[in-house]
Structures are given as C-alpha cells and as structure tokens.
Nanobody
Framework: QVQLVESGGELVQPGDSLRLSCAAS????????MGWFRQAPGKEREIVAA????????YYADSVKGRFAITRDNDKSTVYLQMNSLSPDDTAVYYC??????????????????WGQGTQVTVSS
C-alpha cells in the first residue's frame, strides 16, 4: 500500500508557472505508475499526465501538451507536475494517483488504486 500527499497548489495569475509535488510513503514507489488528474467544479475527473516506472515514458492530455511536464524522483519517492503558461481553464483540484499493475503510464483512472487528497490550483487575475 502507498499513501500519497500532494502539495504546491495555490492561487496564481494567468501565464504563471507552478510546480506540484506528490510525496509517496510505503514500499517500492519505483514499481508504481504515477498519474496526475484534475477535477474542476461541475466536471468529471480527467487525466492530466502520467509517467511509467522509470520516468522514461509519459502521457499527456492534449489540453496540457507543451505546457505541463511530469517527472519523478524514485530516490525521493516523489512525482512532480511542472505547469507553465497557466490559464483559468487549468483551475481545478489536482490529484496524484498510483497504479501498481502496470510499468507504463496509464490514462484511465480505473487503473489507479491509490489517490491523494488533492491540492487546489486556482488561476485567476
């Protein structure tokens, strides 16, 4: 089992950058595919980005390609989401998730077994 704690969410202005972190506790972090999801008010939870075990393979939603970057540090049991050129459409609660059955990045929320509590990102002028 793994516990996930997100941090880094805050109120920023359009065009700003922000980095989210997700610290994991528990065994064998390096054997979990990791993902970032988000949920805006009145909308369903959606995939933002995902990363495989080694960090060598990634997946991005079309809406964030070229602006966001997911990375992981297995020595620190932490996954990051660097977000650039933020817009109000990026406002949401961002969730970190861990999936233990696949080595590559997964974009389906059903393939993740563990979830963090979420961190709020608000983009507003």
């Amino acid at each position: 089992q793994v516990q996930l704690v997100e941090s880094g969410g805050e109120l920023v202005q359009p065009g700003d950058s922000l980095r989210l972190s997700c610290a994991a506790s528990g065994r064998t972090f390096s054997r979990y595919a990791m993902g970032w999801f988000r949920q805006a008010p009145g909308k369903e939870r959606e995939i933002v980005a995902a990363i495989g075990w080694t960090g060598g393979t990634t997946y991005y939603a079309d809406s964030v390609k070229g602006r966001f970057a997911i990375t992981r540090d297995n020595d620190k049991s932490t996954v990051y989401l660097q977000m650039n050129s933020l817009s109000p459409d990026d406002t949401a609660v961002y969730y970190c998730a861990a999936g233990q059955y696949y080595s590559g990045p997964r974009y389906n929320a059903r393939e993740y077994q563990y979830w963090g509590q979420g961190t709020q990102v608000t983009v507003s002028s």
